[in-house]
């Protein structure tokens, strides 16, 4: 399964010996023959090179880039979803970030001193590409698409995780994309995603990438791969959304949105005399009413007491 042997014919056949005996070497580093030495000769060869030598090898190894990056995402999910059970989506997808960063996948691929089978143009080789991070990480994405071809998915497998155990520190660039989904999360509810373009510009390819929540755009990033264009764009996500949100998360508690209360229909009282139906406003009143109470007290002083006395004979003093 998995294995395309007519693919090779496409690759030219005349090899020079060099190049045909950097690739034994590179396959015993691997530590896998290959069925079809044309597929890892694709996964090495940069379009650079390609343009310059189609004779030697006319296919560069964009496509198989693209089928190890998928490969490489089905990898890290598995082996993730199996040994960390207890874990969410979000420290799932955080920790798949982190083990397939630009970086980490460079790390694997000094492990192999990929840089060294390379196939790259003149221009680029003087330029010091063979030490690029991007250059790097492409190449381990195009080999490990190569295996995935030529021996199958165990075997792409563990071709991956046996090198990523083996990292001393995998993780050692900023997380821009794991950190953007866990605002994402908190923020939208929603899991961002990536939509990203390649262009070719001179003799190397560019990146842009965008990044949505929802139907919303984010951010937008560039780089010379895709991961780096998507951590390009997370970056910019969260630059507008965490640091605009922590100056103005004195806006968040804008709560007084509640000054509607500030309009009750009930208006102020304009007789003084008429009790409030309110509850603080009653209180007032109530406290107002006794003093008009103790009006009545004069009321006794007016008994005529006078003229009863005199009518029933009583002594005036």
């Known amino acids: 399964m998995g294995v395309h042997p007519g693919e090779g014919g496409l690759i030219a056949q005349p090899q020079a010996a060099p190049l045909a005996q950097s690739l034994e070497q590179l396959q015993q580093k691997i530590g896998i023959h290959f069925r079809d030495p044309a597929l890892l000769l694709e996964a090495v060869t940069h379009s650079s090179f390609a343009n310059e030598s189609p004779h030697l090898s006319p296919r560069d190894n964009e496509r198989l880039e693209y ?16 040994h960390h059970p207890g874990a969410t989506e ?36 003087k330029g010091g ?27 792409a497998y563990h071709y991956y995780l046996n090198r990523y155990r083996a990292l001393e520190s995998p993780v050692r660039d900023e997380n821009y994309k794991g950190r953007l989904q866990q605002v994402a999360q908190e923020r939208f509810g929603t899991t961002p995603f990536y939509d990203s373009e390649g262009a070719k510009v001179g003799t190397h390819r560019e990146y842009t990438s ?41 806006k968040p508690p804008k709560t007084p949105r509640p000054r509607a209360r500030r309009a009750p229909r009930t208006p102020r009282a304009t007789s003084r005399a008429e009790p409030k139906t309110d509850g603080a406003p009653a209180v007032a009143e109530v406290i107002q ?29």
């Open 210 to 250: 965008v990044v949505f929540a929802g139907a919303e755009p984010l951010g937008t990033g560039h780089g010379a791969s895709k991961q780096e264009a998507e951590q390009d764009a997370a970056r910019a996500a969260l630059q507008s959304l965490v640091v605009a949100a922590e100056p103005g998360q004195a």
């Open 129 to 155: 590409g063979r030490n690029l991070k991007s250059l790097l990480a492409n190449g381990f994405e195009s080999v490990l698409g190569a295996v995935f071809l030529d021996a199958g998915y165990d075997a």
């Open 90 to 125: 979000g420290e799932l997808t955080q920790t798949r970030s982190a083990m397939v960063n630009t970086n980490t996948l460079a790390q694997l691929a000094e492990q192999l001193d990929l840089g060294s089978y390379l196939y790259l143009g003149k221009g680029i080789a």
């Open 67 to 82: 089928l190890g990056d998928a490969v490489l995402q089905l990898i890290t999910a598995e082996y993730l979803y199996k």
């Open 289 to 317: 009413l006794p003093e008009p109470a103790a009006q009545p007290d004069p009321e006794p002083e007016v008994v005529h007491r006078e003229p009863r006395s005199r009518q029933f004979g009583e002594p005036l003093e």
